[in-house]
């Protein structure tokens, strides 16, 4: 049975659509105080499949409470699939700024270690750092949906870019040209000065009358793809898309990208936002 946390409703529906596995009722509730309670009233299966971008600190609860729900009705399997893993960009100790500091938590390895407690198996999609799966005592695993990214681009790309903004990108780059069936793919240095501030050096790639996608995992402030996109724009290029997995958008970004000039965004629903253009159902079901 597919158990959906409350902020991936619909890729839940999807993923059951894909497998054929029925979809569970869940009641997203609170207490007078505050308190949050995810329950699954008419639970009954062996196995259950829970769905959940961990996306806020309760998103996070919710998964605790649902694996411990499932159990209580009887499921014998826990599958908990993040779709996007919250807080695994925290994979040292570092603050705000990026700062390296003592007394800072590894918070993903702490988040982990909790959400490791009532499942048998983790599945995440394209975690910041891949190495952020050994944080979990359960077997985890990391897909790649940068290859579903390539489908909802125009199939008229002229001479296309597929532009990592830093080096940690250019996998994600790569794996959306060959998907695509064509194009180069470069990358840009990037610098982190504040958690909303980066500095961009740019390549020698030339970006003028060509289509340009850059590719990055996750978009957040969006001050790393406005920062490449300045530098593109400079040179004249056709159009310039944005391609992420993850569609985090916080506070400004999607007016930041919009006044950077970007002809369209395309991201996948691990996060459920009007940016999503592509499921990553998919991936999960070939994985479950
Ligand atoms: C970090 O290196 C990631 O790959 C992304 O580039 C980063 O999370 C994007 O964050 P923002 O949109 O705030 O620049």
Redesign the pocket.
Known sequence: MIVPGSASQSLAAALAAETGEELASVVYDSFPDGELIAATPGFDADRAVIVASTISAGTHLEVLQLQDAVREAGAREVITVLPYMGYA?QDDAHDPSGQERSGFPISARAVARALSVGTDRIITVNP?EQAVTTFFDVPAEALDAAPRLANPLPDDLIEPLFLA??E??IGLAGGVRDAYGGGQTDHFE?T?LS??T?EIAPSDATAAERDIVVV??????????SESITHLADQGPERIFVACIHP?F?GE?RTTLARAGVEAIVATDTIERSVTAVSVAPILADAL
């Open positions: 960009r910041h903004p830093d940690g990108a990037k982190r958690s909303d980066v990055d995992d996750i978009v957040a402030t969006g001050s790393t793809m985090v916080a970004a």
